[in-house]
């Protein structure tokens, strides 16, 4: 396990998208092979609000825990330096929202911001994906554990992430290291732990 840096650009957008189907490879879902983990892994490689690890076998790179210790500063720093170049070249499919790709392009272009009431109890959030090779294994107890002691040191007091209601084993997964739920809609949950 080492930090994770730009370098890892490629690898953690691979994992990404053959993860990004609730656990599932999301490969088939998408035209366009960059975008999920554009979305979902490159801030936190490329600006220093946000950090992570990657977990790395013989075969290279199996898994990562991205993250950001203070999720409004990591907003705030996408929102400057991270969505106007994706703005630039994806534009906008406003209600015209098709595709999964057009899900996308759309929170480019209008990014969710984590709740008031979820950030100000626990302002950290992470990531966490790892490739089928790694999984069940105990990697992600020790990238969870990773991350967290990591956000303790940066001052959070608390750490939140979402998951899709159909990733039933992620679920089970978080539950088991402590995680509640704090929001639920209709096909996702914001689970919530304090650190
Ligand atoms: C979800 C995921 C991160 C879990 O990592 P993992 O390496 O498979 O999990 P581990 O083997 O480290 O399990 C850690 C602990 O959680 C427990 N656990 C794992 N899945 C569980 C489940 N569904 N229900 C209950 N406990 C579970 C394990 O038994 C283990 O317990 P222990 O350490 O007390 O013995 C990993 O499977 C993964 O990346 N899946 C695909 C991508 C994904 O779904 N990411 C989450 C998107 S929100």
Redesign the pocket.
Known sequence: MREAGPEDRADCYDICLR?GDS?ADATPLYTDPVLLGAVYAGPYLALPEGLGYVAVDEQGVA?YVLGAADTRAFEAACEAGWWPALRATHPDPGAHVRSPDDRLRRLIHDPPLAPDRVVSAYPAHLH???LPR????????LLMDRILARFAVEGARGVH?G?ARA?E??I??YR??GFETLVEDAGSLLLGRAL
Do not use: E, M, Y
Request: glycine content about 30%; cysteine-free.
């Open positions: 993860t656990g898994g966490i994906d790892l790694a999984q069940g294994g105990g990697v992600g107890r992430l998951v990733n084993r992620a089970g997964f088991h290291l």
